[in-house]
T-cell receptor, first 114, second 104 residues
Framework: EPEVTQTPSHQVTQMGQEVILRCVPI?????FYWYRQILGQKVEFLVS????????KSEIFDDQFSVERPDGSNFTLKIRSTKLEDSAMYFC????????????FGNGTRLTVT | RKEVEQDPGPFNVPEGATVAFNCTYS??????FFWYRQDCRKEPKLLMS???SGNEDGRFTAQLNRASQYISLLIRDSKLSDSATYLC?????FGAGTRLTVKP
């Protein structure tokens, strides 16, 4: 069964540094997402991406965040200047359509900001 | 009112028990509904989609009540392996999850 893959599985960075989290969505999916889950808290929507542009973003997704699909397979989340409170699990997901198909998640990247 | 609200839990039940979770939503235009399970420190995994007519998958039954704006998940004959957090999802928005622990 096709999978969403994420790298790295764990990223440790110092406050103020830039990080890029990488994802390879399922190949025939058209909609891509990033979610965040702070330890012990709920899964929070960050952003959705379709047709090479952001289709929706949450209030969490401020100017320090950006997403990109640099080639035909990768989907990246960049955090420009990390803060301690950015420490969380970041999940990438993809789906076949905008609303009705379920999300398929990658294994996540645990980001630790020190 | 929150967009998606779930039973706070936690639910602690013996093996073999039947347990039900509810999830209420505020956006009456919501069109797609799902139940996911999440094991500790793992990604959410799709358990089942929820259809208007209700649907069943083995020991799991999902129902949708549009008039009252809630969905439910029923687990029959609970197994130890059912212990997890159950997340209701409306469109692309997640509830906070309900923790289930099934004990021997």
């Amino acid at each position: 069964e096709p999978e969403v893959t994420q790298t790295p599985s764990h990223q440790v960075t110092q406050m103020g540094q830039e990080v890029i989290l990488r994802c390879v969505p399922i190949s025939n999916h058209l909609y891509f997402y990033w979610y965040r889950q702070i330890l012990g808290q709920k899964v929070e929507f960050l952003v959705s991406f379709y047709n090479n542009e952001i289709s929706e973003k949450s209030e969490i997704f401020d100017d320090q965040f950006s997403v990109e699909r640099p080639d035909g397979s990768n989907f990246t989340l960049k955090i420009r200047s990390t803060k301690l409170e950015d420490s969380a699990m970041y999940f990438c997901a993809s789906s076949g359509d905008r609303v009705n198909s379920p999300l398929h998640f990658g294994n996540g990247t645990r980001l630790t900001v020190t | 009112r929150k967009e998606v609200e779930q039973d706070p839990g936690p639910f602690n039940v013996p093996e073999g028990a039947t347990v039900a979770f509810n999830c209420t939503y505020s956006n009456s235009a919501s069109q797609s509904f799902f139940w996911y399970r999440q094991d500790c420190r793992k990604e959410p995994k799709l358990l089942m989609s929820v259809y208007s007519s209700g649907n069943e998958d083995g020991r799991f039954t999902a129902q949708l009540n549009r008039a009252s704006q809630y969905i439910s998940l029923l687990i029959r004959d609970s197994k130890l392996s059912d212990s997890a957090t159950y997340l209701c999802v409306l469109g692309r928005r997640f509830g906070a999850g309900t923790r289930l622990t099934v004990k021997p």
